[in-house]
């Protein structure tokens, strides 16, 4: 029998404070009916304050409120309305929920490291403008009313501030029908990481002056000094900067051959099926290793990605047998010829034996190969988008079955 978060959040809400409680955490809320002088409820002390939150989460997700497209925050707001009739019950906030409608939110941040040589540039629902153009953009999207008139007026005065800058960036731009904006700004924020990490991705090279990210990277002189027992100073400097940018315009990032125009098409699918979902996770690990400074953290983070996107179960331990099976699907997803798949093999092992010795403890080594296994694992991602048997499996069983098929029938190996 499931348990009645409903009758226990209404009895929490009825139950007296104490003077002591005041001493602690509380929350206070007001009647929002068009009345005089609205009632208001408390519930204080740290203990109710919660048990207050948590009883709501687990209507929350008992509902699947999410799936309607409101934010905890919004529905926490309205549901709490219903104690002041004392109807707060499984079938009125089930009611409540199916009476909200959406409302389209366009959500714009800025993405630095990256330029446009055209005005607008859209990827499916992702859409991006350059930064030179956002007045224009904004002029011609918000319809101006007596109510958003200084609102308008400030966000352009504040843009016009933002473009004089000499930095590299453009906006992104994602539209998102929702009950309340807190819940579009959730998936906006979403969808810019993964954004973010497929332009990484895409870009695919561990540079220290490329930087993509949505916070601005300050130049800065980087100083380290020394002196020798005899008294000789050398004082050393060197300049950090991020200066390349790339243009998101360039056929490249959307071309078909290498598989990112489908990244874009993925990620802006609803329904994702197993083999997208893992993609993409895939995906976003490659990004943050690109940016990731330090060798032995990105190369854990490469290890990640290969194991989101090729192993079953990715809360299991990497046993022994489990490295086989990730290395022989990489062999076989990415190798044409026996030499190749057991070079492959081989490869990787190597590439395992040294994030196994990082994850033990071992000295970091300066010996690894770093964009040779980001080069191997942006293989896997680009043959599983394009190959023309690969790119049909929708889950990890039809691309571990299909992947078999190769293995023990010798495929293009002239062996059978």
């Not at 925050?73 to 959406?102: G, P, R, T, Y």
């Not at 990032?253 to 290498?258: E, I, M």
């Not at 196994?356 to 080594?365: D, L, T, V």
Request: charged share 25%.
């Amino acid at each position: 029998m499931k348990e009645d978060y409903f009758e226990k959040l209404s009895a929490l809400v009825a139950s007296p404070n104490t003077s002591e409680d005041f001493q602690e955490a509380f929350i206070s809320f007001k009647y929002t009916g068009n009345i005089p002088n609205p009632p208001s409820i408390t519930i204080a002390g740290h203990k109710k304050v919660e048990a207050f939150n948590e009883l709501f989460k687990q209507i929350y997700n008992q509902l699947h409120v999410e799936k309607h497209k409101i934010s905890f925050k919004a529905f926490v707001k309205n549901a709490e309305q219903l104690f002041f009739s004392n109807s707060f019950n499984k079938k009125n906030v089930s009611d409540m929920i199916k009476e909200k409608s959406c409302t389209t939110y366009t959500n714009i941040c800025k993405i630095y490291g990256v330029k446009l040589s055209q005005d607008i540039l859209s990827f499916y629902d992702v859409k991006f403008v350059k930064k030179e153009y956002i007045i224009d953009f904004l002029k011609s999207t918000i319809i101006e009313t007596a109510d958003n008139k200084i609102w308008l007026e400030k966000l352009i005065e504040q843009k016009t501030v933002e473009i004089s800058s000499n930095a590299n960036f453009i906006y992104f731009v994602y539209n998102y029908d929702s009950f309340d904006s807190d819940y579009s700004k959730q998936m906006a924020e979403k969808c810019l990481s993964d954004t973010i990490n497929i332009i990484r991705y895409m870009i695919g090279i561990k540079n220290e002056r490329i930087y993509v990210d949505n916070t601005e990277f300050n130049d800065c002189l980087q100083h380290f000094d020394q002196f020798s027992s005899s008294g000789m100073i050398l004082p050393s400097s060197k300049l950090i900067k991020k200066d390349i940018a790339f243009d998101l315009a360039d056929p490249f990032f959307n071309a078909t051959n290498n598989g990112n125009e489908r990244i874009w098409e993925i990620l802006s699918k609803p329904n994702k099926n197993q083999v997208e979902k893992k993609i993409l996770k895939a995906i976003k690990w490659i990004g943050l290793s690109i940016e990731e400074t330090q060798l032995d953290v990105a190369c854990a983070e490469i290890a990640f990605a290969f194991e989101s996107l090729l192993k079953a179960d990715e809360t299991s331990v990497i046993s022994p047998s489990i490295q086989g099976q990730i290395a022989d699907s990489v062999a076989f997803i990415c190798g044409e010829t026996a030499d190749e798949r057991i070079k492959i093999v081989n490869d990787f092992k190597t590439f395992y034996r040294y994030r196994s010795a990082i994850a033990h403890g071992a000295e970091k080594s300066t010996d690894i190969n770093y964009q040779k296994y980001l080069n191997m694992i942006k293989n896997v991602v680009i043959n599983l988008l394009t190959d023309d048997s690969l790119n049909k499996c929708t889950s990890l069983d039809e691309l571990n079955s299909l992947i078999n098929s190769k293995k023990y029938g010798c495929v293009n190996d002239n062996l059978d």
